[in-house]
């Protein structure tokens, strides 16, 4: 298994499986105490969310999560442990996954309790043997002060990490078969005045992948370990390995150990303890015989909890740990949203990461909406040069236009700014306006399912439905729309194009039947968007895919647009004609 | 979690292509017994589990489909439920062979002996060990074990009396054991699991609240009349408590052991305790104890599991009472302070306190204080 002083120098990443807030929040807890400046957890394997909320000391962080260990390896690079909190039907699976996608990781714990023996074999078999160090499945995990907090190990309240001073290394390594008991020495260890070196659980199963005997040899390599706590259990071989070990002279530092259960002794039948391994199918294996194997061998065994406690707190006593104040921790609170856009500061109102004068400063307002739409700002000026352009061709279309006329009517209907806006806004559909993220879908699809442009034109001819971004009232083969001519300047400035050529190679189709199904302006800012946003944005295919069920393409018309109902609005007020109604011969009465 | 016995039918069932061995419950015996072939000379055996079944009296030799009802009562009139009809198989012992494969940390551990049959145990010389590839048996059939035990998560199979004619290979006994955690793999279920002893009301109830929990539970009298019963949690602290009566040669006190671990739901720990309570009421000790006792937990929220342990006492508070039954509490975790504090009050306002502490003293302390009052 890996070397414990290793750890305590580089203790990387933690990869996570599974919803565990209350577990994951003191790993963080550790973090912090610890004086990091990051928390370990770099994501969470999970389908539930796109990031989660935890405290990083009196503040707030979010984790991002992920739905498989692929997507995490591709946005977060490398990470070196796997902490598992799935279900025991769930653990191999998701385990194969994670080293699948990290296979440099160092190793990770597995919490579940009931992982089927041939699955923890083969686990053992394909990592534990490869010089990964896996703990468990079932235990708490493994704990290095100071630097790793990989499970539950240690409390899953920060309060109990204070008292236990398990921020601080110290020299006595407690190993258990037990979770439950692993705290309970971890705190008699504590409260004795001695702070732990590491403390590791190799949990209850049959056949966890790191045994006790890797553990005892982890903490004989270790240099800041002296002593040595052992909590066994009846049934198993162990502690007669152990006992090799020791007579051997592989371990050569004083162990302390209790080992539970002769009250299974008292019965006729062997009894079923808590833990799978813990039943004694012979005599050997009874709580008894490895007693005194272990006594023979040298080890200082406890007959009682009592005793026990005693010897813990008769090892000799090293410096006194340092304690930390963790007292900031308390009477936290929860926020009840997150966000990344604005906030208040010292220096006034601050959005997307500069003051406000600051961006009246620079003077760009299309800068700024760019910076608004991407949450940050832009890597590429070409970003903002296009919006710009999108914006100024997008701000009007005349008064026919839908929105514009309901803006108008609502305007003469004696109603007010906000109002007469709305009625405009809430135009904005499939129909009109709303086409430039429906036909974004289009091509993206199209593009990253590595569609056939003429099945894809035949699979809606086949449906009878539009293929957004396609199609024009009044422009047509022969007559192009000036705008589009305009937006296609912004070709030939990108190293790469494959959204706008697929949507030109759909138009080519569709407008070869038809003169008038060209690709219009939605079509074109969509696909050039689209290209602009993954060649100088960098975006991945994921982030585009979010940004369209966002509904983000259609924020490029609305935001312009809205510019065009203000001036409706004010030019209907300025005219001033009075209510508008229809004249009869405009209605069919059906 | 634990390795489980199935019953030799499910066993043989699984181990066997065409089978010919017929399952006899009490509960279906007429259909049962009607599969059975007219002409046929069965074996009867009592089907739980149960070792040394000729020199206890639980098998009958050459039954008719006629006398199979008989033989069965006669069975079943010893206190046993599930039984198995096999035909004859005359052979002579010294064809009795030895044979069990367990599965090991490092593969497949094989034991086999050419002197089988109920007097292995005589000869633990002649047992040996062998791997897969090395043991003196038909490789088809070694094979055709291994990959019924992968398939069925099988952890341990004996066979014993096995008769090896020829490439055939006959299992006139097998006990096996399989992996619990594999069972929604597996082609058995929980109705194959037998049990020497039958379980308790208590600890069937308990065994039921475990299967529908993600937390765990467990529960198995010792003895019907202690005086000290234990509301123990983790797998680890509960041994190690009940260690202590052991220590002090009062493990004859102990009424049970048991506990619960996993972060269990108020709901759930209510349940449980109520169980545990009922069996405490019922024993005739003449003074008696409630030990709630752990260690300090990593994530079981103190606070969360004894609002269930008190919800528990407070609907059985009458019959507490009424018996002077005392209450003796040590525990640490999650919410520590403030779950003691509420079971302090508790116990002291319904005269129930025997004592309270956190993690203070020593976990196993809390049995000697219960003992005082039992065993005075």
Redesign the interface.
């Given at each position: 298994m890996r070397n414990i002083s290793s750890i305590r120098q580089n203790p990387g990443k933690i990869l996570a499986f599974g919803n565990y807030a209350?577990?994951y929040q003191t790993i963080l807890d550790f973090d912090y105490l610890c004086g990091k400046d990051a928390p370990s957890i770099a994501g969470i394997v999970t389908a539930s969310a796109k990031f989660q909320k935890f405290f990083w000391g009196n503040g707030e962080v979010l984790i991002p999560c992920f739905p498989t260990a692929d997507k995490a390896k591709a946005s977060l690079g490398s990470v070196e442990w796997m902490l598992n909190i799935n279900?025991?039907?769930r653990a191999f699976q998701s385990t194969v996954s994670f080293f699948d996608a990290f296979p440099d990781a160092l190793g990770g714990h597995i919490f579940a309790?009931?992982?089927?023996?041939?699955h923890a074999?083969e686990l053992?078999e394909r990592y534990q043997k490869q010089d990964k160090t896996l703990i468990g499945p079932a235990g708490?995990g493994l704990l290095v002060p100071g630097a790793l907090k990989l499970g539950?190990?240690?409390?899953?309240?920060w309060r109990?990490l204070e008292k236990n001073h398990l921020m601080t290394a110290g020299n006595v390594a407690v190993l258990?078969?037990?979770?439950?008991?692993?705290?309970?020495i971890?705190?008699i260890v504590a409260?004795s005045g001695h702070a732990i070196s590491f403390a590791l659980c190799f949990g209850?199963d049959?056949?966890p992948s790191t045994?006790p005997r890797e553990a005892f040899l982890a903490a004989e390599a270790d240099e800041a370990t002296s002593h040595i706590v052992y909590?066994g259990?009846?049934g198993g071989q162990d502690e007669h390995e152990l006992v090799d070990l020791i007579t051997s002279g592989k371990v050569t530092k004083p162990v302390v150990a209790?080992i539970?259960?002769?009250?299974?002794?008292?019965?006729d039948?062997p009894?079923?303890?808590?833990?799978?391994k813990?039943?004694a199918n012979n005599k050997s294996e009874t709580?008894s015989a490895k007693r005194r194997a272990l006594a023979e061998a040298g080890v200082k065994v406890a007959?009682?909890?009592?005793d026990f406690?005693k010897a813990i707190k008769d090892i000799p006593q090293n410096e006194k740990p340092e304690s930390v104040d963790a007292t900031s921790l308390a009477g936290r609170k929860a926020s009840l949203f997150s966000s990344t856009i604005s906030k208040e500061s010292s220096e006034g109102y601050e959005f997307i990461g500069a003051p406000l004068q600051q961006w009246a400063d620079e003077g760009d307002i299309a800068l700024q909406i760019t910076s608004a739409l991407l949450g940050k700002r832009p890597s590429s000026q070409k970003t903002t040069e296009f919006i710009r352009t999108v914006f100024l061709l997008s701000v009007d279309h005349g008064p026919q236009v839908s929105g514009a006329l309901n803006t108008i009517v609502t305007a003469r209907a004696g109603k007010g700014l906000v109002d007469s806006l709305a009625a405009g806004l809430l135009t904005i559909g499939p129909r009109f306006g709303g086409a430039v993220s429906d036909a974004a879908r289009e091509w993206f699809e199209g593009v990253t399912e590595a569609k056939i442009p003429e099945e894809h034109v035949e699979s809606y001819a086949k449906a009878k439905k539009y293929i957004g971004g396609i199609g024009h009232k009044k422009y047509r083969l022969g007559l192009p729309d000036p705008r589009t001519a305009r937006l296609a300047d912004f070709v030939d400035e990108l190293p790469s194009h494959r959204y706008y050529d697929y949507a030109k190679a759909i138009e080519a189709i569709t407008s070869s039947k038809k003169g008038s199904l060209i690709l219009n302006v939605d079509g074109t800012i969509a696909a050039l968007m689209l290209d602009i946003l993954e060649q100088e944005e960098k975006l991945t295919e994921d982030e585009l895919r979010q940004l369209i069920d966002a509904d983000f393409f259609n924020a490029l018309f609305v935001i312009p647009r809205t510019v065009g109902f203000v001036a409706h609005y004010l030019d209907q007020k300025r005219l001033d004609e009075g209510l508008f109604r229809l004249s009869d011969d405009d209605v069919h009465l059906a | 979690m634990a390795r489980v016995k199935l019953s030799e039918y499910r066993a043989k069932s699984l181990l066997v292509d065409n089978y010919a061995g017929v399952s006899l419950r009490l509960s279906s015996l007429d259909d049962d017994i009607a599969t059975l072939d007219e002409n046929t000379p069965y074996v009867v055996k009592v089907d739980q589990g149960i070792k040394k079944r000729g020199k206890q009296g639980l098998l009958r030799l050459n039954v008719s489909k006629q006398a199979a009802r008989a033989a069965v009562e006669e069975l079943a009139s010893k206190g046993f439920t599930r039984f198995i009809a096999e035909p004859m198989f005359t052979h002579e012992e010294n064809e009795e062979r030895y044979v069990s494969f367990e599965r090991a940390r490092e593969g497949i551990a094989v034991q086999y002996s050419e002197q089988g049959g109920v007097n292995v145990e005589e000869n633990p010389a002649s047992v040996q060990t062998f791997t897969v590839d090395t043991v003196p048996l038909p490789k088809a059939f070694v094979q055709h074990v291994i990959d019924v035990m992968n398939r069925e998560h099988l952890s341990f199979v004996e066979i014993n009396p096995l008769i090896v004619r020829d490439d055939e290979c006959v299992l006139l006994d097998a006990a096996v054991l399989a992996d619990s955690a594999g069972e929604y793999q597996a082609s058995w279920d929980e109705d194959d699991v037998v049990e020497a002893r039958q379980p308790t009301e208590t600890e069937a109830a308990i065994a039921k609240l475990n299967q529908n929990s993600p937390a765990a539970f467990s529960f198995r009298i010792l003895n019907e009349d202690g005086a000290l019963w234990l509301l123990l949690s983790g797998g680890g602290a509960s041994i190690t408590i009940a260690d202590e009566a052991m220590n002090q040669g009062k493990s004859s006190l102990v009424g049970n052991y048991g506990e619960y671990s996993g972060g269990p739901s108020t709901e759930e720990t209510y349940l449980y305790t109520l169980d545990v309570l009922h069996q405490a009421l019922t024993s005739k000790a003449p003074k008696k104890a409630i030990i709630i006792a752990g260690g300090v937990a990593n994530f079981t929220d103190v606070k969360k599991t004894f609002g269930g342990i008190i919800q528990a006492l407070d609907e059985k508070l009458g019959d507490l009472q009424e018996q002077g039954i005392r209450v003796y509490v040590r525990r640490g975790g999650p919410n520590e302070v403030e779950g003691l504090a509420m079971m302090e009050s508790y116990l002291k306002k319904n005269n129930l306190f025997g004592s309270v502490h956190g993690s203070d003293i020593v976990l196993t302390d809390v049995i000697n204080e219960a003992l005082e009052h039992v065993d005075a």
């Amino acid at each position: 298994m890996r070397n414990i002083s290793s750890i305590r120098q580089n203790p990387g990443k933690i990869l996570a499986f599974g919803n565990y807030a209350a577990g994951y929040q003191t790993i963080l807890d550790f973090d912090y105490l610890c004086g990091k400046d990051a928390p370990s957890i770099a994501g969470i394997v999970t389908a539930s969310a796109k990031f989660q909320k935890f405290f990083w000391g009196n503040g707030e962080v979010l984790i991002p999560c992920f739905p498989t260990a692929d997507k995490a390896k591709a946005s977060l690079g490398s990470v070196e442990w796997m902490l598992n909190i799935n279900s025991g039907r769930r653990a191999f699976q998701s385990t194969v996954s994670f080293f699948d996608a990290f296979p440099d990781a160092l190793g990770g714990h597995i919490f579940a309790e009931d992982v089927p023996e041939i699955h923890a074999l083969e686990l053992y078999e394909r990592y534990q043997k490869q010089d990964k160090t896996l703990i468990g499945p079932a235990g708490v995990g493994l704990l290095v002060p100071g630097a790793l907090k990989l499970g539950v190990v240690g409390g899953v309240d920060w309060r109990q990490l204070e008292k236990n001073h398990l921020m601080t290394a110290g020299n006595v390594a407690v190993l258990s078969a037990s979770g439950g008991m692993i705290n309970e020495i971890i705190t008699i260890v504590a409260t004795s005045g001695h702070a732990i070196s590491f403390a590791l659980c190799f949990g209850g199963d049959r056949f966890p992948s790191t045994s006790p005997r890797e553990a005892f040899l982890a903490a004989e390599a270790d240099e800041a370990t002296s002593h040595i706590v052992y909590y066994g259990e009846l049934g198993g071989q162990d502690e007669h390995e152990l006992v090799d070990l020791i007579t051997s002279g592989k371990v050569t530092k004083p162990v302390v150990a209790y080992i539970a259960g002769v009250i299974g002794e008292g019965f006729d039948q062997p009894v079923q303890f808590g833990h799978a391994k813990a039943l004694a199918n012979n005599k050997s294996e009874t709580a008894s015989a490895k007693r005194r194997a272990l006594a023979e061998a040298g080890v200082k065994v406890a007959d009682s909890m009592t005793d026990f406690s005693k010897a813990i707190k008769d090892i000799p006593q090293n410096e006194k740990p340092e304690s930390v104040d963790a007292t900031s921790l308390a009477g936290r609170k929860a926020s009840l949203f997150s966000s990344t856009i604005s906030k208040e500061s010292s220096e006034g109102y601050e959005f997307i990461g500069a003051p406000l004068q600051q961006w009246a400063d620079e003077g760009d307002i299309a800068l700024q909406i760019t910076s608004a739409l991407l949450g940050k700002r832009p890597s590429s000026q070409k970003t903002t040069e296009f919006i710009r352009t999108v914006f100024l061709l997008s701000v009007d279309h005349g008064p026919q236009v839908s929105g514009a006329l309901n803006t108008i009517v609502t305007a003469r209907a004696g109603k007010g700014l906000v109002d007469s806006l709305a009625a405009g806004l809430l135009t904005i559909g499939p129909r009109f306006g709303g086409a430039v993220s429906d036909a974004a879908r289009e091509w993206f699809e199209g593009v990253t399912e590595a569609k056939i442009p003429e099945e894809h034109v035949e699979s809606y001819a086949k449906a009878k439905k539009y293929i957004g971004g396609i199609g024009h009232k009044k422009y047509r083969l022969g007559l192009p729309d000036p705008r589009t001519a305009r937006l296609a300047d912004f070709v030939d400035e990108l190293p790469s194009h494959r959204y706008y050529d697929y949507a030109k190679a759909i138009e080519a189709i569709t407008s070869s039947k038809k003169g008038s199904l060209i690709l219009n302006v939605d079509g074109t800012i969509a696909a050039l968007m689209l290209d602009i946003l993954e060649q100088e944005e960098k975006l991945t295919e994921d982030e585009l895919r979010q940004l369209i069920d966002a509904d983000f393409f259609n924020a490029l018309f609305v935001i312009p647009r809205t510019v065009g109902f203000v001036a409706h609005y004010l030019d209907q007020k300025r005219l001033d004609e009075g209510l508008f109604r229809l004249s009869d011969d405009d209605v069919h009465l059906a | 979690m634990a390795r489980v016995k199935l019953s030799e039918y499910r066993a043989k069932s699984l181990l066997v292509d065409n089978y010919a061995g017929v399952s006899l419950r009490l509960s279906s015996l007429d259909d049962d017994i009607a599969t059975l072939d007219e002409n046929t000379p069965y074996v009867v055996k009592v089907d739980q589990g149960i070792k040394k079944r000729g020199k206890q009296g639980l098998l009958r030799l050459n039954v008719s489909k006629q006398a199979a009802r008989a033989a069965v009562e006669e069975l079943a009139s010893k206190g046993f439920t599930r039984f198995i009809a096999e035909p004859m198989f005359t052979h002579e012992e010294n064809e009795e062979r030895y044979v069990s494969f367990e599965r090991a940390r490092e593969g497949i551990a094989v034991q086999y002996s050419e002197q089988g049959g109920v007097n292995v145990e005589e000869n633990p010389a002649s047992v040996q060990t062998f791997t897969v590839d090395t043991v003196p048996l038909p490789k088809a059939f070694v094979q055709h074990v291994i990959d019924v035990m992968n398939r069925e998560h099988l952890s341990f199979v004996e066979i014993n009396p096995l008769i090896v004619r020829d490439d055939e290979c006959v299992l006139l006994d097998a006990a096996v054991l399989a992996d619990s955690a594999g069972e929604y793999q597996a082609s058995w279920d929980e109705d194959d699991v037998v049990e020497a002893r039958q379980p308790t009301e208590t600890e069937a109830a308990i065994a039921k609240l475990n299967q529908n929990s993600p937390a765990a539970f467990s529960f198995r009298i010792l003895n019907e009349d202690g005086a000290l019963w234990l509301l123990l949690s983790g797998g680890g602290a509960s041994i190690t408590i009940a260690d202590e009566a052991m220590n002090q040669g009062k493990s004859s006190l102990v009424g049970n052991y048991g506990e619960y671990s996993g972060g269990p739901s108020t709901e759930e720990t209510y349940l449980y305790t109520l169980d545990v309570l009922h069996q405490a009421l019922t024993s005739k000790a003449p003074k008696k104890a409630i030990i709630i006792a752990g260690g300090v937990a990593n994530f079981t929220d103190v606070k969360k599991t004894f609002g269930g342990i008190i919800q528990a006492l407070d609907e059985k508070l009458g019959d507490l009472q009424e018996q002077g039954i005392r209450v003796y509490v040590r525990r640490g975790g999650p919410n520590e302070v403030e779950g003691l504090a509420m079971m302090e009050s508790y116990l002291k306002k319904n005269n129930l306190f025997g004592s309270v502490h956190g993690s203070d003293i020593v976990l196993t302390d809390v049995i000697n204080e219960a003992l005082e009052h039992v065993d005075a």
